[in-house]
């Protein structure tokens, strides 16, 4: 068969693409070499419905021994007793959970999508939102922190059966002692997902979820650094104490209702190759450098923020805790998106984004969103977040002089010529 070289040739151009531009899309990162090789191979030839074990196929018994080597890794992590690492994503573990916990009609709580929050939360465009009863909790207005006292108060006036937490554009830690206090008052569960600050939590530089909330999604692409793909976790509670059902009306372990709800629920076969690959970043995850790895983007973040609030751009809760920033523009007098549009131009790429009580639509919003996950994996110190800002600042303050963005994309490509990628590849 001849090769494709149309599709290999764009293959290469991403990755030049890649290689020149400076990342600063929050939910992004770059594995390294051997997460995607691991990712492109003959696994992807086979079918494994079921689980190790117990599968609907013959010839299994590698693949058995591949998703159960990536289920021991990321408990050893997180140092829990139950995940699930079949979610083709972040959306598809938290429709899982849902699925195994709520019916259809029940009422939820999550952080509204104009404030942080994340679709698969209850948005009125996502299935969270059209299958279940959707309330929300926001930021305080002033300081742009979780509103807890909103939460609380939500919680009791519409007593959800699901309390969700976490977010997309948020950069505080999360208080979820206090949230699973409430929950427990009300008589709710409580879902904590931490797609984005993952990774930090995995080497305990922020708090972790599992002691309070009682599932734990995550994506594994983000500050984790692995494949594209989603996990589910859970701490204790195995035993289901709350009597949940399955389709049949027995009650189940919880374990077993979440890798029901996994398959048949929502998906059918798993993605062994990606499965791979999500065993070798967890390999890599557990090692010291990861740690410092972490330490790094959290030192990064901090002073990106503090170059930007030098400058006088408005960081919403006026810092980071995490791996990103979340600015309002609308000082600046220029919209997210017309941002993100000349940011590219400059070979800077990030996400417009809504800030807390936006006046602006979901496709223009007032503000940017920032991450330094992946910059930090290039080899970004401190040192080089000046840079940084200083070059989104001469592209967003003149934004309408296509010289001057030319001479900072000419800067950005000579920038990056000494952060190396994928020197393997050619
Ligand atoms: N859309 C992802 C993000 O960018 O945060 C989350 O799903």
């Known amino acids: 068969m001849q090769r494709d070289t149309l599709v290999f040739d764009l293959i290469q151009k991403e990755l030049e693409r890649q290689r020149h531009g400076i990342e600063l899309i929050a939910s992004e990162n770059f594995t390294s070499l051997q997460v995607m090789q691991a990712m492109g191979n003959v696994m992807t030839n086979k079918y494994a419905e079921g689980y190790p074990g117990r599968r609907y196929y013959a010839g299994c018994e590698i693949v058995d021994q591949t998703e159960q080597l990536a289920i021991d890794r990321l408990k050893q992590i997180f140092e829990i007793d139950y995940a699930n690492v079949q979610p083709h994503s972040g959306a598809q573990a938290n429709a899982a959970v849902s699925l195994a916990v709520l019916q259809p009609g029940d009422h939820t709580l999550g952080l509204d999508l104009s404030m942080g929050g994340h679709l698969t939360h ?133 374990s077993n209702l979440l890798d029901m709800a996994v398959f048949p629920g929502i998906q059918g076969g798993p993605l062994q190759h990606v499965i791979a690959a999500k065993a070798v970043a967890f390999g890599e995850i557990l090692s010291d450098d990861f740690l410092v790895y972490q330490q790094q983007v959290q030192k990064n973040a901090q002073a990106m923020a503090a170059a930007f609030v030098e400058k006088e751009y408005h960081i919403i809760s006026g810092g980071t805790d995490n791996h990103l920033m979340l600015i309002d523009l609308r000082n600046k007098n220029i919209s997210g998106k017309k941002a993100e549009q000349v940011l590219v131009q400059a070979d800077i790429t990030a996400n417009k984004n809504m800030v807390p009580y936006d006046d602006k639509s979901a496709f223009v919003t007032s503000g940017i969103r920032f991450g330094v996950a992946a910059i930090t994996t290039r080899g970004f110190k401190e040192d080089q977040m000046q840079f940084v800002v200083n070059a989104i600042d001469q592209v967003l303050m003149n934004a309408d002089n296509p010289n001057i963005i030319s001479s900072v994309k000419k800067q950005v490509n000579e920038f990056m010529e000494q952060f190396t990628l994928y020197p393997e590849l050619g």
């Open 122 to 254: 209850g948005s009125a465009v996502n299935y969270s939102g059209k299958l279940y009863q959707p309330h929300f909790y926001g930021v305080t207005r002033e300081e742009g922190l979780v509103d807890y006292d909103m939460l609380e108060a939500k919680a009791r006036e519409v007593k959800p059966k699901l309390i969700y937490c976490g977010a997309s554009a948020y950069s505080r830690d999360w208080d979820y002692a206090r949230i699973r206090k409430v929950a427990d008052e009300v008589g709710a569960l409580v879902m904590a997902d931490i797609a984005h600050p993952a990774g930090l939590i995995a080497k305990k530089l922020l708090n972790s979820p599992f002691d309070h909330c009682h599932f734990v999604t995550s994506t594994t692409h983000k500050t984790l650094r692995g494949p594209r793909g989603g996990v589910i976790m859970m701490k204790k509670d195995f035993e289901n104490p709350w009597g949940l059902k399955d389709v049949k009306g027995n009650i189940r372990m919880m």
